[in-house]
């Protein structure tokens, strides 16, 4: 199918929760920008509501355990296999793929023998844990726009186009919350109630693994304190059914409130966040919320994955400052008895609480300045100027 250059076909690709939010929000600028394109692909809810043709829901393939990517192998070889009658069928003219290393690194080898060009915006962030992978998506990429500054000299060294123009989250957040603008500290009580919020994952397994700890450090902490509230906001509306049966079970119903909506918001009202490691920690960090943070793999996976990790860190806001500004709690260390000392103690202590807000604002400040959206929207209309203008001159 032909299409002019005021009427491009654009396919975008997310498998993430994080990465469905992305897309939506760089879906609206596109669109915003160029009415007459045409967008499609896989990803979840937020893409669609942003003008994107959905064709097949793949914002839940995440994984987080080797044994989990067999069991989800078969899923994206099948999603691979409708995208490519896809682009048989409705051939785009550019393609975008954000994140989702696992899905969107087979993807990129299937649109590059179908000769599309693909700008990977967010791309998985190799120069943490897998830099021999940057030549891979050098390679297969017309363009390359990270999500941080770190990421460019392994980039451009790799041979790849890259152009870092800040990070998505600060649009996002300075457009979706509406109290106490990004960078203020919360203050440490609110009318003598701490609110405490938890967010155990944005993944199923994760919810599932992760939550029954949690619970059990709210029960220590609530005996320790009885003027802690808490609240969880769900990732993900699916996630909200068993996170609520898991809270009835463990008798926290009228302790913890499940909130499904705006968690942005609800992140900046609390007084401090109880988070696994992933994107919501870099949320907390630019709103400002001190946080604890946690995860957890089969020990197989963690011998694997520490071994492939080139930063001794893994929550976000220590990845971009280089060191340790927020507690990590990992594998053995995941526990409901540390985790509930570890808030108790930095709750506690305002020196330390104070700190770690002044860290969160450095955070902040090293991922750029507001306008990254549109920044990354201009490369990528650029992008598909060029590719008009060549298929142009060839005819």
Aim: aromatic share 6%; hydrophobic share 45%.
């Amino acid at each position: 199918m032909t299409t002019s250059a005021s009427s491009p076909y654009i396919l975008i690709a997310a498998a993430e929760v994080s990465a469905d939010l992305h897309a939506a929000s760089l879906a609206r600028s596109i669109l915003r920008k160029l009415p007459t394109a045409s967008l499609y692909g896989c990803g979840g809810s937020e893409m669609a509501k942003a003008g994107v043709d959905i064709r097949i829901f793949t914002a839940q393939l995440g994984y987080v355990k080797i044994r989990e990517s067999w069991f989800q192998s078969s899923k994206i070889k099948q999603t691979l296999r409708e995208l490519h009658r896809w682009v048989h069928e409705q051939r785009p003219d550019l393609a975008i793929l954000i994140d989702s290393e696992r899905f969107n690194g087979a993807l990129i080898k299937l649109l590059a023998k179908e000769q599309i060009p693909v700008v990977y915006y967010l791309s998985p962030q190799v120069a943490f844990w897998a830099p021999w992978r940057a030549k891979k998506y050098a390679k297969l990429s017309s363009l390359i726009i990270p999500a941080f500054s770190s990421e460019l000299d392994l980039l451009k060294r790799a041979g790849a186009r890259a152009t870092w123009v800040g990070h998505p989250l600060l649009d996002q957040l300075n457009t979706q919350t509406t109290e106490n603008a990004p960078g203020r500290p919360p203050a440490l009580s609110q009318n003598g109630r701490v609110l405490i919020g938890l967010m155990p994952g944005s993944r199923l397994q994760e919810v599932n693994l992760f939550t029954p700890i949690v619970l059990n450090s709210v029960l220590m902490m609530r005996a320790a304190r009885p003027d802690l509230y808490f609240v969880l906001p769900v990732a993900s509306p699916h996630l909200a059914a068993p996170i609520k049966r898991m809270i009835e079970t463990k008798g926290l119903t009228n302790i913890i409130q499940i909130v499904d909506r705006n968690p942005r918001l609800w992140i900046r009202r609390c007084d401090l966040l109880l988070a696994s490691t992933g994107t919501v920690t870099l949320e907390a960090a630019i709103l400002g919320t001190p946080m604890v943070t946690f995860y957890k793999l089969n020990p197989i996976t963690y011998i694997v994955a520490r071994a492939l990790v080139r930063t001794p860190f893994i929550a976000l806001p220590n990845i971009v400052l280089n060191r340790a500004s927020v507690p990590e709690l990992i594998q053995r260390k995941f526990t409901a008895k540390h985790l509930a000392d570890t808030a108790l103690a930095l709750l506690s202590n305002p020196k330390l609480y104070d700190k770690m807000v002044r860290d969160l604002a450095k955070t902040r400040k090293a991922l750029g300045e507001v306008g990254a959206i549109d920044r990354a929207t201009d490369l990528i209309l650029g992008e598909l100027g060029k590719i008009s203008s060549h298929r142009t001159n060839v005819d």
